[in-house]
C-alpha cells in the first residue's frame, strides 16, 4: 500500500472531521486485505449521478423486473435496505448514518481520494473483507487513545466506474458497505450515530438516578419505628427488616431482588385472612402507604414460600397464646 497516499491531507481531514480532534500527524496504515481475483467492472457512475436515499419497493422491482423469483427478491431487498446519503446527515464532510442491524451503507470514492470509514470510539476490529482487493486499497489505523481511540477503515479505488462491498465485524456490531467509485465526487468520511446505544445509557442513567434517590423524604429519624420481626422460610429474597414512620411502612430486601421474582405482599387481619395490598417498589424497598399489624410475603404454588412480618406487640402476643 503506498504510505505516501494514505497520509495525504484528505485522509487527515477525513479523520479530524469523524473523530472530531486533529489526528496523529503521522498515522500509518497497519495491515491491508490480501489480494483476491478481480470483481466484474459495472457501469460507471458519473459526477452527475445524484446522491439519494434507498430506492422504493416500486424501484426495486422494476430494476429487477424478468429475473427469476429468487434473484428478484434477493435484489429488491438488498436495494431496499441500503442508506444512501442524504444532504441533512452531513456534518461538514462527514456523512452520518443511522446503524442499524442489516442495513447496507453506501459510500461514494474516486480514484486520488481517500474515504475514511471510523467506527465507534472503544470498537476493538475483527477483521475487513472486500469482494475486489485487486481494484481498491483497503486499509486501516487508529486515531486518539484510551477510550477515545478509534478505528479507521481507509478505502481508495483505483479507477472510476468500479463497485464492491465491504464487511467490517468488531467486537460489537457488523457493518456491510457498499462502494461506488465515480470520477472525482467522493466521501472524506462517514461514521455513524447508535440510537440503541444512546437508548441503553439513557436507561441505565434513569435507574442510577432512581436508585440514587431516597425511599422517602421529609421524615424524621427519630420517627422510624423498627419494632417488627420475620419469621418462617429463609428464600434468597427474604427481607433484612422493616420499619415505619408512623405513616408508612417500609421493607428492606437484599440486592438480589432485582434479579429475581419479587414476592407479592399480603396484610392478615386478625382472623387470619390475608389481602394483597397496594405497595410500590423502589430500589430495594417495598414502601407500603399505610402501618400493619401482621403481613406475609408468599411466592410460589405447590412448594410456597412465607415470609411472615409482625410488630413486636403482636408477636410477643401471639407468643404468649401459643405457650398457653
Request: net charge positive.
Amino acid at each position: 500500500m503506498n504510505r505516501a497516499l494514505l497520509t495525504s491531507t484528505a485522509l487527515i481531514a477525513a479523520l479530524a472531521l469523524c473523530a472530531g480532534a486533529a489526528p496523529p500527524p503521522t498515522a500509518a496504515v497497519t495491515k491491508s486485505v490480501p489480494v483476491a481475483t478481480p470483481a466484474k467492472t459495472v457501469r460507471p457512475v458519473t459526477d452527475a449521478a445524484p446522491l439519494r436515499r434507498g430506492p422504493t419497493s416500486q424501484r426495486a422491482r422494476a430494476r429487477h423486473h424478468g429475473l427469476p423469483p429468487v434473484l428478484r427478491t434477493v435484489g429488491v431487498a438488498t436495494i431496499a435496505a441500503t442508506e444512501e446519503p442524504a444532504a441533512q446527515g452531513f456534518v461538514n464532510a462527514v456523512q452520518v448514518y443511522p446503524y442499524a442491524d442489516g442495513m447496507v451503507f453506501h459510500a461514494y470514492t474516486a480514484p486520488g481520494q481517500v474515504t475514511d470509514i471510523a467506527l465507534q470510539s472503544g470498537e476493538t476490529l475483527g477483521a475487513v473483507a472486500s469482494g475486489d482487493t485487486v481494484r481498491w486499497v483497503i486499509g486501516d489505523t487508529t486515531s486518539g487513545a484510551g477510550d477515545t481511540k478509534r478505528t479507521h477503515v481507509l478505502v481508495k479505488p483505483f479507477s472510476a466506474g468500479l463497485a464492491t462491498n465491504l464487511v467490517i465485524t468488531t467486537d460489537r456490531r457488523s457493518y456491510h458497505i457498499a462502494l461506488t467509485s465515480t470520477a472525482r465526487t467522493a466521501m472524506a468520511a462517514l461514521c455513524w450515530t447508535y440510537p440503541q446505544d444512546d437508548l441503553i445509557a439513557l436507561r441505565k442513567s434513569a435507574e442510577q438516578k432512581a436508585s440514587a434517590a431516597p425511599v422517602a423524604s421529609g421524615v424524621a429519624l427519630d420517627a422510624l419505628h423498627f419494632d417488627y420481626s420475620l419469621s418462617g422460610d429463609q428464600p434468597d429474597w427474604r427481607p433484612l427488616r422493616a420499619f415505619d414512620d408512623g405513616r408508612q411502612t417500609f421493607i428492606e430486601f437484599p440486592a438480589s431482588l432485582a434479579v429475581g421474582e419479587a414476592p407479592p405482599l399480603f396484610v392478615v387481619d386478625a382472623k387470619g385472612g390475608a389481602q394483597l395490598v397496594n405497595y410500590r417498589v423502589q430500589g430495594r424497598f417495598y414502601v407500603v402507604d399505610r402501618l400493619f399489624d401482621a403481613a406475609e410475603l408468599r411466592l410460589g404454588t405447590k412448594h410456597q414460600q412465607i415470609v411472615r412480618i409482625l410488630r413486636t406487640a403482636q408477636a410477643q402476643s401471639e407468643h404468649g397464646r401459643r405457650a398457653s
